[in-house]
């Protein structure tokens, strides 16, 4: 199957009263337990690369992992490039062939967000390429990206006007989440998403989910969220996957081997996922 964009996925899970998983992807081993865990649950999935991703091994060579993965898969792949920080990166995107964007301006002004995402919006169209765009700002980091912990949530009101003066085709809004580890139980405004949901007809996003409650995520997606993220907990499910081969077996110097032990713990949690985005089965 070729890659997707996420604009028939996410209208689909917006209908359906259910959000698709876009899991953020650092190596082969994670393409390929994504894939897997996708399949295993007859899933639509969104596979995304974050700029200091795209600085470690280069947009194509990602592109070309996840396009092999798609071209073997019998669930839709997209491949979407998430917190775009530029619009030469996003176009570097368009050109090497991602089928999903995200040009992040919500460091910028309201005017400056509206304007880089329009231009971005509008370099994207005519190949039907899906973009998404942030108002408001998700805390915490992303990478290279730190946001102030008294970030502002997202304003109903500004996000009709953003979505229809950028023509993007999804929204993420900032509704208490956070990038990273939480140092507590986050809350959510569930109130401002569903002020957001009445007046936003496209559909809305949900960054930092990593560490938020699996019912949390559950009510989000029942007020409009038909996209939500997930990275760092896949990073840690990984990581102790191989630390723990690596412990138990001092020796070993096969990737493969405690490769394949970081890879059985993002399926488990990638499945996981899944099943809490309410995808599955909607492949």
Known sequence: MSL???????????????????????????????????????????????????????LDYYLAMVRAAAQRACVPVAMH?????????AMQALRTGYTSIMIDGSHESFEDNIALTRRVADACAPS?????????????????????????????????????????????VAIGTAHGLY????????????????VVSIPLVLHGASGVPDEAVRESITRGICKVNFATELRIA??????????????????????????????HLVKEKIAVCGSEGKA
Do not use: C, W
């Open 4 to 58: 997707v964009t996420t604009n028939e996925m996410l209208k689909k899970a917006q209908e359906g009263h259910y959000a698709v998983g876009a899991f953020n992807v650092e190596n082969m081993e994670m393409v390929m337990s994504v894939l897997k865990a996708a399949e295993e649950m007859n899933a639509p999935v969104i596979m995304q690369t974050t700029p200091s991703t795209v600085k470690y091994a280069g």
């Open 238 to 267: 990984f990581s102790d996957g191989v630390k723990k081969y690596l412990h138990e077996n001092p020796d070993a110097f096969d990737p493969k081997k405690y490769g394949k032990t970081g890879m059985d713990n993002v399926i």
């Open 183 to 198: 140092k507590g139980t986050p809350k959510l405004d569930f109130d401002r998403l569903s002020a957001i949901r009445e």
């Open 81 to 89: 490039l998430d917190h775009g920080s530029s619009f030469e990166l």
């Open 128 to 172: 039907g390429i899906s973009v998404e765009a942030e108002l408001g700002k998700v805390g915490g980091k992303e990478d290279d990206l730190v946001a102030a912990d008294d970030s502002p949530y997202t304003d109903p009101q500004q996000a009709k006007e953003f979505a229809e003066r950028t023509g993007v085709t999804s929204l993420a």
